[in-house]
């Protein structure tokens, strides 16, 4: 069964503050791992979308890993603020055609709360 | 910059009775994408469309139908409501995308559906 499996399930950082979030995932066969950032009651907004080939991708102060070998992943926030409060939710596609059940699978979320 | 909109933003409704969702992609788009996320749960795909037909179909129930209009437009159209169709219901577009695409997916703000 495919699975997402993020960490922690809660955070909470001073302002300022730098943190990484993990996500460990057993798609396959694999086609992008992209990271959400979801505020309370709002649609989730894309952060980035990585590929196979890709191992690092930067948004800001965002930066999100890959190594598809170990099937892990890591957003790494940088020099925290307070609208940065929100979940941040990994999510992997499979490939069409292969055994990926509806292609697309969510992983259950890390809340993070920055605090002054 | 204009975003994905989608009405209402909440609905009641009672078992049996039927709803209709609407999504409006952001404009030039032409995919739609539609989600199911319920209390404490990750959000599910259900079914998109590109360029007016069906692209990928996952976990929509029968009593559910959605076709995307001329304009681009989507609804989802939701029979014989039952109680565990209380959920957020989010659409999603991109430009040229498939489920399993590298296309950025751009969230509405869902709409909260209560069945009651």
């Known amino acids: 069964k495919n699975q997402v499996e993020q960490s922690p399930q809660s955070l909470i950082i001073l302002e300022g503050k730098n943190c990484t979030l993990q996500?460990?995932?057993?798609?396959?066969?694999?086609?992008?791992l992209r990271w959400y950032k979801q505020d309370t009651g709002r649609g989730p907004v894309s952060l980035t979308i990585?590929?196979?080939?890709?191992n690092t991708k930067s948004n800001g102060r965002y930066t999100a890993t890959l190594d598809a070998d170990t099937k892990q992943s890591s957003l790494h926030i940088t020099a925290s603020q307070l609208s940065d409060s929100a979940s941040y939710i990994c999510?992997?596609?499979?490939?069409?055609?292969?055994?990926?059940?509806?292609?697309?699978?969510f992983g259950g979320g890390t809340r993070l709360m920055v605090k002054p | 910059a204009a975003g994905v909109i989608q009405s209402p933003r909440h609905l009641i409704k009672e078992k049996r009775e039927t709803a209709t969702l609407k999504c409006y992609p952001i404009?030039?788009?032409?995919?739609v994408y539609w989600y199911q996320q319920g209390p404490g749960q990750d959000p599910q795909f259900l079914i998109s469309?590109?360029?007016?037909?069906?692209?990928d179909k996952g976990s929509i129930p029968d009593r559910f139908s959605a076709q995307q209009f001329s304009d681009y437009h989507s609804e989802l159209n939701m029979s014989s409501l039952e109680l565990g169709d209380s959920a957020l219901y989010f659409c999603?577009?991109?430009?040229?995308?498939?489920?399993?695409?590298?296309?950025?997916?751009?969230f509405g703000d869902g709409t909260r559906l209560s069945i009651l």
């Open positions: 999510v992997v596609s499979g490939r069409k055609g292969g055994n990926a059940g509806n292609m697309l699978t």
């Open positions: 990585m590929t196979f080939s890709e």
């Open positions: 469309f590109y360029e007016k037909m069906q692209s």
């Open positions: 404009p030039r788009h032409d995919t």
């Open positions: 999603a577009s991109s430009l040229g995308g498939t489920i399993d695409g590298n296309q950025p997916q751009h």
């Open positions: 996500c460990n995932y057993t798609v396959s066969p694999f086609s992008n």
